[in-house]
């Protein structure tokens, strides 16, 4: 996540309801117009299956209340819209509540394509269908609960789970590689990518995906594939603090990046 952003969040009032103008309502119309052909293509049916139960609207964003109402009654967990940047132990800490904080503005239009921070179409579109999974839910809330737990060192160790599996995880179904994380979705050039082949392609291994790299504003050289929701189960299930301890001991996994060159 960018450590400084040009967008400033935007506060709920006391239902906790947000006041998008129309051409806010138009971006998230135009978004979703864009990228629903492509999900419905491309993306694993734990997915598509959320993203049917939840209806969101598509001609204006969604309200967090109306989506919480939904995943509340699905697997108990709800959103709350937080300014664009929160910090690693208030991001881990409403995980393990069951609360996904959700950053509340949208993309201006040069943004459309890509923004580099994570915006409510991402948050909405992105997140809230896979938690209405009880196996995705559930280790959302496991990686919250670790994030609780761990040194301020090892967030950096534990955010990497939450990167190859929930932002950018994949999924083989019925022989075919399918996307499964929320940043493929909200995305219209790596959704695509990802399940292209051309991407290194590994199987998920929890001390493996701790120990490799990432960059936020690239598309990853490397994803890591499920091949049942039993694989987040087991992984929710494991000692992720003994598992960071392993990985720290092994080392980091050399980049397949480039470094980021200074703007």
Do not use: N
Request: proline share 7%; glycine share 6%.
């Amino acid at each position: 996540m960018p450590k400084s952003t040009e967008y400033a969040a935007k506060v709920a009032d006391d239902r906790g309801f947000i006041a998008y103008d129309a051409e806010e309502d138009a971006v998230w119309r135009d978004l979703m117009a864009q990228q629903l052909p492509a999900v419905r293509d491309r993306m694993a049916s734990p997915y598509l299956r959320g993203l049917d139960l939840l209806d969101l609207p598509q001609d204006r964003v969604p309200q967090c209340p109306e989506v919480s109402a939904k995943l509340g009654a699905l697997t108990g967990w709800r959103v709350e819209p937080v300014p664009a940047l929160i910090g690693f132990g208030r991001f881990f800490g409403m995980l393990a509540d069951r609360t996904f904080p959700a950053a509340s503005f949208i993309r201006k239009r040069k943004h459309f394509d890509y923004i580099e921070e994570p915006d409510i179409f991402h948050e909405i579109f992105g997140h809230t269908p896979l938690l209405t999974d009880p196996a995705f839910a559930a280790f959302s809330q496991a990686i919250g609960a670790a994030g609780t737990r761990c040194d301020k060192a090892d967030y950096a160790w534990l955010i990497r789970l939450y990167w190859f599996s929930i932002e950018f995880g994949l999924m083989r179904e019925d022989g075919q590689l399918k996307a499964l994380g929320s940043g493929l979705a909200s995305s219209v050039t790596e959704l695509p990518w990802a399940i292209s082949g051309q991407a290194e392609q590994r199987p998920f291994d929890v001390i493996d995906i701790l120990r490799t790299p990432y960059r936020i504003d690239i598309h990853q050289p490397v994803y890591f594939v499920i091949d049942d929701l039993d694989d987040l189960f087991a992984a929710a299930r494991r000692d992720l603090l003994a598992d960071i301890a392993q990985a720290r001991a092994l080392g980091l996994h050399a980049p397949k990046y480039p470094p980021k060159t200074a703007a």
